[in-house]
């Protein structure tokens, strides 16, 4: 059993299973439980996050890029259900239409990229080994800190987590993970699947020149993340449980 943000008291392995439902893990599990997201918003803003957990955020190219990425590695039944445009351009009428018909649409473009991407990706041994006798896309909810938190991990084996990621320059990437809140997401992953942060690796891929980068996680990363979080769910507490006014919120610097 566990305790989510609503006060109700739901069955840990009820919730699991719909979970496995994406429309459900984003949609109705992203009011009742905090995530890796949640933590990096409230991090940014707590009032950015009141507003998108209101009403959502609009989708970026690099959302959807990496969306069909993992779709078409980790679920391919998923990519090939997409809906795909022959159009230059999402501006243009046949775009449009589609997208009214059909609502979640891509361009051709879209769809080649992310196989090229995977194509990239098979192609290299060290990365496809990482996938190899796995469980992919595996959700979860557990309590972090005496919160609720949810979780699904890309890639999921005895005692191991690997998530996939894609960036425009790979040598950048351990910058571009703590930019991006990465460490976040290691250490509530950790704590929700019970691994040791030395289990979780990122495997990446430069969406230009196709390289593949394998990170593993240090100590340092990890309790990053746990500060990090930490920081998080105290902003969760003051402005959401304890009630302060969001329009007290300020950021105070010296320049």
């Not at 800190?145 to 191991?160: H, T």
């Not at 019970?194 to 390289?211: R, W």
Request: hydrophobic share 35%.
């Amino acid at each position: 059993m566990i305790k989510l943000l609503d006060g109700k008291t739901y069955k840990k392995n009820d919730l699991i299973k719909k979970m496995y439902d994406d429309s459900f893990y984003y949609g109705e599990m992203s009011k009742l439980a905090l995530s890796s997201s949640s933590i990096k918003l409230l991090l940014s803003s707590p009032k950015t996050y009141n507003y998108i957990t209101k009403y959502g955020s609009p989708e970026s190219d690099a959302l959807r890029a990496g969306w069909l990425f993992h779709t078409c590695i980790l679920e391919p039944d998923v990519f090939h259900a997409q809906h795909f445009v022959d159009v230059q351009s999402k501006n243009t009428k046949a775009y449009k239409l589609a997208k009214e018909e059909h609502g979640k649409v891509f361009t051709i473009k879209e769809k080649n990229t992310a196989e090229k991407m995977a194509d990239a990706f098979y192609r290299n041994e060290k990365a496809k080994s990482y996938i190899t006798d796995c469980e992919f896309e595996v959700p979860i909810v557990g309590n972090v800190m005496d919160y609720p938190f949810r979780g699904k991990a890309d890639v999921l084996s005895d005692n191991r987590l690997v998530d996939l990621k894609t960036t425009t320059d790979i040598k950048s990437f351990p910058y571009a993970a703590k930019k991006y809140g990465y460490d976040v997401q290691v250490y509530i992953y950790c704590e929700l699947f019970q691994i040791p942060y030395e289990n979780f690796t990122f495997v990446a891929i430069d969406k230009g020149s196709l390289d593949i980068g394998i990170f593993h996680v240090s100590e340092d990363f990890y309790l990053s993340g746990k500060q990090k979080t930490k920081e998080g769910v105290n902003r969760y507490n003051t402005f959401f449980e304890m009630g302060q006014e969001l329009d007290d919120y300020y950021i105070e610097g010296t320049l």
